[in-house]
Structure formats: structure tokens, C-alpha cells
């Protein structure tokens, strides 16, 4: 039990990930943060890059996903 005024247990947010979308963000991660420590910058977590992949997606003008195109941005 808790008492008053003690703070709750922190609820981590872990995602269930195949191995191969592991394997491949473990890549994206090395390449993205090997080309960074070149530039004196520092290295991305993992959250960030599945942050940035999210947003390049974004961009996009259409995506597939779960067996679908969206079209983005657009009319119909």
C-alpha cells in the first residue's frame, strides 16, 4: 500500500517489438549515431530515432501500413 503523499511507481512504456523491427532500428540507431559522433554531435536513444522515423513518415505524400495505403495530405 501506498501512504499519503508518496509517489506512485513509475509505469514504464515498453513496446513489443518483433526481433526484426529490433534488429532493424539497432541498425538505424548504429548508422544514425556513427554518422553523428563524426560530426562531434551526441547520440540518439532509441525513443528518438522511432521519434524521427515517425515524423519522416509524416512527410511523406502516402504510406503503407497495415496493408493499406493512406494518402496524406491530400484530397481523397
Known amino acids: 500500500m501506498i501512504a499519503a503523499g508518496e509517489a506512485l511507481p513509475k509505469k514504464e512504456n515498453k513496446m513489443k517489438l518483433s526481433p526484426q523491427t529490433r534488429d532493424i532500428l539497432r541498425q538505424y ?9 563524426t560530426n562531434d554531435l551526441r547520440e540518439l536513444r532509441t525513443e528518438e530515432i522511432m521519434d524521427e522515423i515517425c515524423y519522416f513518415i509524416t512527410c511523406q505524400s502516402a504510406v ?7 494518402k496524406q495530405g491530400g484530397k481523397g
Do not use: C, P
Open 64 to 70: 503503407y501500413i497495415g496493408g493499406h495505403f493512406i
Open 29 to 37: 540507431k548504429a548508422l544514425v549515431n556513427a554518422q553523428r559522433r
